[in-house]
Nanobody
Framework: QVQLVESGGGLVQAGGSLRLSCAAS????????MGWFRQAPGKEREFVAA???????YYGDLVKGRFTISRDNAKNTVYLQMNNLKPEDTAVYFC?????????????????WGQGTQVTVSS
């Protein structure tokens, strides 16, 4: 089992940047596929990015080219660097862990979730 704690959210103006962090407990962090999702009020939770243990990464179409996911297995932490933020990026951002990574873009593929961190982008 793994516990996840996100941090780094906040209020930023459009065009600005934020870096989210997700600290994980446990000694098997490197074996998990790690993902970031977000959920805006009244909308379903949507895939943002995922990373395997290595170079393999995937991004949702709405963030491709602006967001970068990375991980530091020595620190049991996954990051989401968000650049050129837009008001439509406003949401609660969640990190999640999956054993298999199959259907990495689907919420149901992830067994463990953090509590979320709010990101608000003003226009």
């Amino acid at each position: 089992q793994v516990q996840l704690v996100e941090s780094g959210g906040g209020l930023v103006q459009a065009g600005g940047s934020l870096r989210l962090s997700c600290a994980a407990s446990g000694r098997t962090f490197s074996r998990y596929v790690m993902g970031w999702f977000r959920q805006a009020p009244g909308k379903e939770r949507e895939f943002v990015a995922a990373t395997w243990n290595g170079d393999r990464t995937y991004y949702g179409d709405l963030v491709k080219g602006r967001f970068t996911i990375s991980r530091d297995n020595a620190k049991n932490t996954v990051y989401l660097q968000m650049n050129n933020l837009k008001p439509e990026d406003t949401a609660v951002y969640f990190c999640a862990a999956s054993w298999s990574g199959e259907s990495y873009f689907e919420v149901d593929s992830y067994a463990y979730w953090g509590q979320g961190t709010q990101v608000t982008v003003s226009s």
